[in-house]
């Protein structure tokens, strides 16, 4: 096809404003990405990418670290840099969404009615502002449908290499991506396609997935499937507070997200047009029930939405073009924009990182993004800390520790700490407790335990209670409140250590 051909079908127009619109909404991100500080999670998945870089890790596969240490190489531990890979995730799937729509038959209208909607919820504006492997996953899955969709509408066999492509690239990101491929499963079993199950594509693409994730895996082996005791632990401490159906609301949706999701649904198991796409349906079935049942997060379903939204705004628009009136289908165009610029305004200055620290502002954003408050206070910490290290004797600081209880400790002694002359802080956190205590110390700086952990001590020595800027109250001022100074262990540090594990 020539360059007057394509120009002719409107293609490169349609792909092009879709881009220039991912571009902007990139953009919004970028300039508003480094009003406060790291957050806990990225703090600590730096620290493990500088000094521990491997196939894997208690808490995450390798895909994670792995951009964070290409972000530390290319622009050091730059806010805007590091989050510069969980932005473009964000502006991938608003381009991902549209090419979805515009593969199930969808006009330029609804591809950039699709794209706005999924781009102006509150899980994609709370994920662009935040490195961390839910945003990518959130990506990987979106790209699995996108290529699952393209399989259906080219009936080419060779788009299982694509999706085993895709499912490989997302085990090695986060393991959450098994309830889509349950999914898919369940899809090719229960419709039509099952005849691919007698096509060597299918078999070729599995096998690929497992290739790609084959180093994970024997990371996991090597390590008696660690990752599984966390998986274990971080559920029974979640299930506590699980609402899994009220988070699908108040996370994943504004008004017209969730009015295209649910006609969505329809049009991929009722309408006669989606009939072909009808295993999209199952991919959010199958995971939905397997999470209800299992009581998971409400993020956890959050990458499925997007293709429901596709589905969604080709039905509406197939709706509204089939109405009598052509004039009432234009109201409707107009009021199903300015219901979604109305919200995506609410959500965009109540999630965005751009209010004053201690104003009103504050107190209505970080209620609604509640990660804003672990972006607060961690080189405060820090000084704390370094302050108390350097009140000790100082023949007692060549062989002392520091002992950190949670990730943004770690991860911000790590980071701020040698500008202080601290040593590295130990822990039993996740993957920490793997990397040891060093030589067993004699002087231990103790941040963040409380009073079971100092039971374990001889001798402890209250020495600052943990506070950040306009004391905003957030996991490390709530659940990690002093820093003490401990002295004779009660028992052998090997010992000590063995039990010492603990996963959050």
């Known amino acids: 096809m020539n360059r007057s051909s394509i120009l002719r079908t409107g293609v490169l127009t349609d792909v092009g404003i879709l881009t220039l619109l991912a571009c902007a909404r990139m953009l919004l991100q970028v300039f508003t990405n480094g009003q406060y500080g790291f957050h806990q999670d990225e703090l600590v998945t730096m620290d493990v990418a500088m000094r521990h870089l491997a196939w894997g890790y208690v808490a995450w596969p390798p895909v994670t670290p792995f951009?964070?240490?290409?972000?530390?190489?290319?622009?050091?531990?730059?806010?805007?840099?590091?989050?510069?890979?969980?932005?473009?995730?964000?502006?991938?799937?608003?381009?991902?969404?549209?090419?979805?729509?515009?593969?199930?038959?969808?006009?330029?209208?609804?591809?950039?009615?699709?794209?706005?909607?999924?781009?102006?919820?509150?899980?994609?504006?709370?994920?662009?502002?935040?490195?961390?492997?839910?945003?990518?996953?959130?990506?990987?899955?979106?790209?699995?449908?996108?290529?699952?969709?393209?399989?259906?509408?080219?009936?080419?066999p060779r788009w299982w290499l694509g999706i085993g492509a895709t499912i490989g690239l997302g085990m090695m990101t986060k393991y959450t991506i098994a309830f889509s491929v349950v999914g898919i499963i369940v899809g090719v079993l229960v419709t039509t396609n099952r005849h691919y199950l007698k096509s060597r594509w299918l078999w070729i693409g599995a096998l690929l997935?497992?290739?790609?994730?084959?180093?994970?895996?024997?990371?996991?082996?090597?390590?008696?499937?660690?990752?599984?005791?966390?998986?274990?632990?971080?559920?029974?401490?979640?299930?506590?507070?699980?609402?899994?159906?009220?988070?699908?609301?108040?996370?994943?949706?504004?008004?017209?997200?969730?009015?295209?999701?649910?006609?969505?649904?329809?049009?991929?198991?009722?309408?006669?047009?989606?009939?072909?796409?009808?295993?999209?349906?199952?991919?959010?079935?199958?995971?939905?029930?397997?999470?209800?049942?299992?009581?998971?997060?409400?993020?956890?379903?959050?990458?499925?939405?997007?293709?429901?939204?596709?589905?969604?705004?080709?039905?509406?628009?197939?709706?509204?073009?089939?109405?009598?009136?052509?004039?009432?289908?234009?109201?409707?165009?107009?009021?199903?924009?300015?219901?979604?610029?109305?919200?995506?305004?609410?959500?965009?200055?109540?999630?965005?990182?751009?209010?004053?620290?201690?104003?009103?502002?504050?107190?209505?954003?970080?209620?609604?993004?509640?990660?804003?408050?672990?972006?607060?206070?961690?080189?405060?910490?820090?000084?704390?800390?370094?302050?108390?290290?350097?009140?000790?004797?100082?023949v007692d600081r060549p062989g002392a520790a520091i002992l950190a209880a949670s990730a943004g400790e770690i991860g911000a002694i790590d980071l701020y700490g040698p500008a202080y002359a601290l040593p590295r802080a130990i822990s039993g956190y996740n993957s920490y407790w793997q990397y040891g205590y060093g030589n067993p110390p004699q002087t231990l700086l103790v941040v963040g335990f409380d009073s079971e952990l100092l039971a374990n001590f001889q001798d402890c020595t209250f020495i600052a209670q943990i506070a950040t800027p306009f004391d905003i109250q957030n996991d490390e001022t709530i659940n990690h409140r002093a820093i003490y100074v401990c002295h004779n262990l009660r028992m052998a540090w090997p010992v000590f250590w063995q039990r010492f594990q603990y996963f959050g």
């Not at 305004?345 to 620290?357: C, G």
Request: positive net charge; contains cysteine; charged residues 10%.
């Open 67 to 156: 951009l964070a240490r290409t972000a530390l190489a290319l622009v050091g531990p730059s806010l805007i840099g590091l989050r510069s890979f969980a932005v473009l995730a964000e502006g991938m799937v608003m381009l991902l969404t549209g090419l979805m729509i515009r593969d199930l038959g969808g006009s330029r209208w609804a591809q950039i009615l699709g794209a706005v909607a999924v781009a102006t919820t509150p899980i994609s504006i709370i994920q662009g502002g935040l490195f961390q492997y839910e945003t990518l996953d959130y990506l990987c899955w979106v790209l699995l449908s996108f290529t699952v969709i393209r399989l259906l509408k080219s009936a080419d």
């Open 209 to 394: 997935a497992l290739v790609i994730w084959l180093p994970n895996l024997l990371w996991q082996f090597q390590n008696h499937w660690i990752s599984l005791y966390f998986l274990a632990s971080i559920h029974a401490r979640d299930i506590q507070t699980s609402r899994f159906l009220v988070d699908q609301i108040l996370f994943n949706f504004n008004p017209v997200m969730l009015s295209l999701v649910i006609a969505g649904l329809y049009y991929f198991f009722f309408a006669q047009t989606g009939q072909r796409y009808r295993m999209m349906g199952w991919m959010y079935i199958a995971p939905f029930l397997l999470l209800l049942l299992m009581q998971g997060k409400g993020y956890y379903l959050a990458a499925t939405y997007p293709m429901l939204a596709a589905g969604g705004a080709v039905w509406w628009e197939g709706r509204l073009t089939r109405m009598a009136s052509q004039r009432g289908a234009r109201m409707w165009r107009w009021m199903t924009w300015i219901v979604l610029s109305v919200f995506a305004t609410l959500i965009i200055a109540t999630e965005l990182p751009v209010a004053p620290l201690g104003s009103a502002w504050w107190d209505v954003v970080s209620k609604s993004n509640a990660e804003l408050k672990s972006e607060v206070g961690w080189p405060e910490l820090v000084q704390q800390v370094a302050k108390a290290y350097h009140s000790l004797p100082a």
